[in-house]
């Protein structure tokens, strides 16, 4: 608040790791200036200040500060319809005495000022520092709606879409067989449960899958899906007498499964074959759209 909010735009050049976000109440210019260190302050920042706030006139303080912050971030000024200098905080005499001196009459209340102020400040932190994107959207929200205080930003990030998962393959997956999963909303930086980070994977395994998507400013994270793969089966052939035959003799072919659809080697589709001519015979069996 006030030369503190000058104060932190300052800061910024010190720190080792740039923060979240940042936030200032009327703040005020310093000496040396923080008008002049906006141009390296590559943070989104929300700047609130009171339209009749006569100890750090907009004009003079916040407005100056908000055109001179890089083009290239997102930044948003907030002026109060009626708010004042002090009225951003609890009663300080010497704030609220210094501030009777100068200011015109017929504003906001001060529960009135910090409630709008909460409105807007609240969802645009929790959206930098909790990576909400639904509190973006009520920031977002809010701005447009314009309700009590007028608003001048540039922003070009937006939140994430709706990531959901596409599954390419049946379902449950045959054995040995592999599934893909498909990212359908890819506008942002992917991660699946797996550790992988591209668009689509490949799933041997069953489980349960899902995957994050992060933009600028939050993080959402899709439904899950599960993936089963069938028991896998292993038939075989039960020969009904010798497979060693006499001349004239037959033989009986038939399979083990109770279930599916059978096709032999010999283009047969019944569960047994009989078989007059010595070679090698097999069948292939279908389950569950499995073979």
Not at 88 to 99: K, L, V, Y
Request: proline share 7%; glycine share 8%; aromatic share 10%.
């Amino acid at each position: 608040h006030s030369m503190g909010g000058g104060s932190t735009y300052l800061s910024v050049q010190y720190l080792d790791q740039a923060p979240a976000c940042l936030f200032t109440f009327a703040a005020a210019e310093t000496n040396p200036s923080a008008i002049d260190q906006m141009s390296d302050i590559q943070v989104p920042n929300l700047m609130f200040s009171g339209e009749l706030d006569c100890v750090t006139p907009p004009e003079d303080h916040q407005i100056p500060m908000y055109v001179a912050q890089s083009q290239d971030v997102c930044k948003y000024y907030i002026e109060i319809m009626g708010g004042y200098h002090c009225q951003f905080n609890d009663f300080n005499f010497n704030c609220n005495f210094g501030e009777s001196t100068c200011s015109p009459a017929g504003g906001i209340g001060r529960q009135e000022q910090i409630d709008l102020t909460l409105e807007l400040l609240l969802p645009w932190l929790r959206a930098w520092l909790e990576k909400d994107c639904t509190s973006f959207d009520e920031f977002e929200g809010q701005v447009a709606g314009s309700q009590g205080f007028s608003v001048e930003f540039e922003c070009e990030i937006s939140p994430p879409g709706n990531p959901m998962i596409e599954i390419v393959g049946n379902m449950p997956a045959c054995p040995g067989e592999t599934v893909v999963l498909i990212a359908q909303d890819s506008q942002g930086e992917i991660l699946w449960n797996t550790g992988e980070n591209t668009e689509e994977i490949e799933v041997s395994e069953p489980g349960i899958y899902f995957y994050s998507l992060s933009g600028e400013v939050c993080l959402v994270v899709s439904p899950e899906v599960e993936v089963e793969f069938l028991d896998p089966v292993s038939p075989e052939i039960v020969i009904e007498g010798s497979p060693e035959l006499c001349p004239g003799e037959s033989v009986t072919l038939q399979t083990d499964q109770v279930a599916g659809i059978v096709e032999w080697s010999t283009g047969s589709n019944e569960n047994e074959i009989e078989v007059t001519e010595e070679g090698v015979y097999t069948y292939t069996i279908e389950i569950n759209g499995c073979q």
